[in-house]
T-cell receptor, first 117, second 112 residues
Framework: DAGVIQSPRHEVTEMGQEVTLRCKPI?????LFWYRQTMMRGLELLIY????????DSGMPEDRFSAKMPNASFSTLKIQPSEPRDSAVYFC???????????????FGEGSRLTVL | DQQVKQNSPSLSVQEGRISILNCDYT??????FLWYKKYPAEGPTFLIS?????DKNEDGRFTVFLNKSAKHLSLHIVPSQPGDSAVYFC???????????FGDGTTLTVKP
């Protein structure tokens, strides 16, 4: 079975440019999470969706960040305009939440490493 | 306000010895706890979990202990192997809310 698929794996861009990160969750999973890993802040939750609906976006740093989930098999995280402090590894994760026997073990993608110059 | 804390950024142990990784939490609403393992250039992978109704869960060389009164959990790896060298993240969930809160991670190095 395919796991969570993220693209691009690496992105180098210049300050002020728009960045779009993409995620395909595991088929059948109903919850999707975007995390950011930095040296200073560890693994922090940005936003999560349940059944394609954003549930909690309190971790989104500011209005420059936006996330969408137009359907059960695709999500995007967009940064516009990007800044050097956005440089980090962005992880997407999915899980099957709310069913018997499922307590939220997350399946992570390999991450998208973003460098903003 | 960091609700899940891993106070040791790194840990180094000798192959064959026990590795003990610690995690503290502050939110009493957390009722399910997980450990993830992360290798460089990969995403975290689930390792072991424990419900708040238990105080111990064992899976092979890995055991997780939960002390609810102290709001503390630990991961024991016995015996440690060089392939266990990775970053270990502790995570906590309020199963009514559905989101995982992670600690900052502990980098384990197992020396041959």
């Amino acid at each position: 079975d395919a796991g969570v698929i993220q693209s691009p794996r690496h992105e180098v861009t210049e300050m002020g440019q728009e960045v779009t990160l993409r995620c395909k969750p595991i088929s059948g999973h109903n919850s999707l999470f975007w995390y950011r890993q930095t040296m200073m802040r560890g693994l922090e939750l940005l936003i999560y969706f349940n059944n394609n609906v954003p549930i909690d976006d309190s971790g989104m740093p500011e209005d420059r960040f936006s996330a969408k989930m137009p359907n059960a098999s695709f999500s995007t995280l967009k940064i516009q305009p990007s800044e050097p402090r956005d440089s980090a590894v962005y992880f997407c994760a999915s899980t099957l939440w709310g069913t018997s026997g499922s307590l939220g073990e997350l399946f992570f993608g390999e991450g998208s490493r973003l460098t903003v110059l | 306000d960091q609700q899940v804390k891993q106070n040791s950024p790194s840990l180094s142990v000798q192959e064959g010895r026990i590795s003990i990784l610690n995690c503290d939490y502050t939110n009493s609403m957390f009722d399910y706890f997980l450990w993830y393992k992360k290798y460089p250039a990969e995403g975290p992978t689930f390792l072991i979990s424990i419900s708040s109704i238990k105080d111990k869960n064992e899976d092979g060389r890995f055991t997780v202990f939960l002390n609810k009164s102290a709001k503390h959990l630990s991961l024991h790896i016995v015996p440690s192997q060089p392939g266990d060298s990775a970053v270990y993240f502790c995570a906590a969930i309020n199963t009514n809310a559905g989101k995982s809160t992670f600690g900052d991670g502990t980098t384990l190095t197992v020396k041959p």
